[in-house]
């Protein structure tokens, strides 16, 4: 919510595709989300800038390899800083811009989805990832669907990232946001 509210017209793009392919007669549902592309390109591009776990699961090098031009110890523990790897400017154009469409399906998009790791990549990747990838779509979805949001002063949302495991936002998110036509429906 933070991006969306720090870049309008995203979320403008965002109600659109939900108004045009699930209307605003009925709530987003888990079945609609493949009908949604633009809604999985922002959570993309979100998690691609803020990973939930900056670090990934350590690893132990299985044999001598080489990484980067570093040879690798064998039993080795190897820390992937998914963080970093997300905002390289040698991988990325703009990497610390919120550019949901980098995401849109074209050619590039299959060399995306190895450069975006938020929850890992192969047999050690989080065994939850399609789990939260529904439930983040169904959530903004039904957010985006539900209220009219607003920053509460013309400022752009803090972004700075805290401390921590998880690395949480400084400043909470503060919002401003009335029930839209479906909310009033809803809950009513």
Not at 12 to 26: F, S
Request: proline residues 7%; hydrophobic residues 40%.
């Amino acid at each position: 919510m933070s991006n969306l509210l720090n870049n309008p017209q995203v979320l403008v793009k965002a109600r659109a595709e939900l108004d045009k392919h699930i209307g605003q007669e009925k709530l987003v549902e888990e079945a609609d989300l493949a009908k949604l592309p633009y809604l999985q390109c922002i959570i993309s591009e979100t998690l691609r800038l803020y990973p939930a776990a900056p670090l990934l699961v350590p690893h132990s090098a299985s044999e001598i390899c080489s990484i980067g031009g570093y040879e690798i110890p064998k039993d080795a523990i190897l820390m992937v800083n998914a963080w970093a790897i997300q905002r390289d400017p040698t991988l990325w154009d703009d990497p610390t811009s919120f550019k949901p469409e980098r995401f849109k399906q074209g050619k590039e998009t299959s060399d995306l989805i190895y450069k975006l790791m938020p929850f890992g990549l192969g047999r050690r990747a989080c065994p939850g990832m399609v789990l939260a990838q529904h439930v983040l779509g169904s959530t903004l979805g039904a957010l985006i669907q539900c209220f009219d949001w607003e920053r509460v002063s013309e400022k752009p949302i803090d972004m700075t990232e805290g401390q921590g495991l998880t690395m949480p936002k400084v400043e909470p998110l503060e919002a401003m946001c009335k029930a839209s036509q479906l909310g009033k429906k809803l809950f009513a």
